[in-house]
């Protein structure tokens, strides 16, 4: 079982920047891929970025790719999504998930662990 918990979400102006953390606990952090994914009023869950458990490999979606960046400290069991020059799309509810097994996927339903999620509101 591993617990996450999101944090780093909250209002912020179109153009500025967001970071948002994940903390893991429970079994072996650096046995998981990890994904971040996002879900605005009305839509589906859709994938934002992954990692490799080793940090070695990284998958954006079109929509961020460029403007935001993942990364992972396994020693500190932390995922962090670096989010810069943010639009009003990029409104939603931020969701961090995990996968066992050394290679990441932008699956939804391939993510065994979710947390709770943590709003970010860009405002035009």
């Known amino acids: 079982q591993v617990q996450l918990v999101e944090s780093g979400g909250g209002l912020v102006q179109a153009g500025g920047s967001l970071r948002l953390s994940c903390a893991a606990s429970?079994?072996?952090?650096?046995?998981?891929?990890m994904g971040w994914f996002r879900q605005a009023p009305g839509k589906e869950r859709e994938f934002v970025a992954a990692i490799s458990w080793s940090g070695g490999v990284t998958s954006y979606a079109d929509s961020v790719k460029g403007r935001f960046s993942i990364s992972r400290d396994n020693a500190k069991n932390t995922v962090l999504l670096q989010m810069n020059s943010l639009k009003s799309d990029d409104t939603a509810v931020y969701y961090c998930a995990a996968k066992f097994g050394t290679a990441y996927t932008t699956e939804t339903n391939r993510y065994a662990y979710w947390g709770q999620g943590t709003q970010v509101t860009v405002s035009s």
């Open positions: 429970g079994r072996t952090f650096s046995g998981y891929a």
